[in-house]
Antibody
Framework: EVQLVESGGGLVQPGGSLRLSCAAS????????MNWVRQAPGKGLEWVSYISSSSSTIYYADSVKGRFTISRDNAKNSLYLQMNTLRVEDTAVYYC???????WGQGTLLTVSS | DIQMTQSPSSLSASVGDRVTITCRAS??????LCWYQQKPGKAPKRLIYDASSLQSGVPSRFSGSGSGTEFTLTISSLQPEDFATYYCLQHNTYWTFGQGTKVEIK
């Protein structure tokens, strides 16, 4: 059974940093690209970042470029999102997803507030 | 960047109604479009991929059409479990979601 389990969310002050993790199981994680998608409370879905299977190709949404860093550790079957200089508008549920096969985690909530 | 304009933003319908949701891309995206259903507190679930291919396990009352810049999701006969929010997603150039359509009970 495919599982994607996000962790690391929480309450952070504006300007702060946090790292999200996504633990993958049930498929050959190292073979597939991964994405982060977020959803602000009561709002729509927003694509955040993409990383290829080998980490050779990385993309970011303009809203997070220069502040967020996506990475992965294929030996640990894990995906990460390092988030710096956080803003109130980054408050959202963050999902890791393998969009090609429609695999999604349950999401982890980040709240940026003073 | 490619923008996706989804309409309507919400609609009220009755069980048995035919429902149509539209997404318009700011530039041609071939058929690189998916449709998702999301219920409160849950991750999205893909219904349609490649604009018109039905995801395995999804009821046949859901269908997608379109290519280039105009796309449509149709629910032929709305069922109680279909009340949810629907999103399109283009993956031709990066990824862009539509703003969502909330389907509510009339």
């Amino acid at each position: 059974e495919v599982q994607l389990v996000e962790s690391g969310g929480g309450l952070v002050q504006p300007g702060g940093s946090l790292r999200l993790s996504c633990a993958a199981s049930g498929f050959t994680f190292s073979s597939y690209e991964m994405n982060w998608v977020r959803q602000a409370p009561g709002k729509g879905l927003e694509w955040v970042s993409y990383i290829s299977s080998s980490s050779s190709t990385i993309y970011y949404a303009d809203s997070v470029k220069g502040r967020f860093t996506i990475s992965r550790d294929n030996a640990k079957n894990s995906l990460y999102l390092q988030m710096n200089t956080l803003r109130v508008e980054d408050t959202a549920v963050y999902y890791c997803a393998l969009l090609r096969f429609d695999y999604w985690g349950q999401g982890t909530l980040l709240t940026v507030s003073s | 960047d490619i923008q996706m304009t989804q309409s309507p933003s919400s609609l009220s319908a009755s069980v048995g109604d035919r429902v149509t949701i539209t997404c318009r891309a700011s530039q041609g995206i071939r058929n690189d479009l998916c449709w998702y259903q999301q219920k409160p507190g849950k991750a999205p679930k893909r219904l349609i991929y490649d604009a018109s291919s039905l995801q395995s396990g999804v009821p046949s009352r859901f269908s997608g059409s379109g290519s280039g810049t105009e796309f449509t999701l149709t629910i032929s006969s709305l069922q109680p479990e279909d009340f949810a929010t629907y999103y399109c997603l283009q993956h031709n150039t990066y990824w862009t979601f539509g703003q969502g359509t909330k389907v509510e009970i009339k």
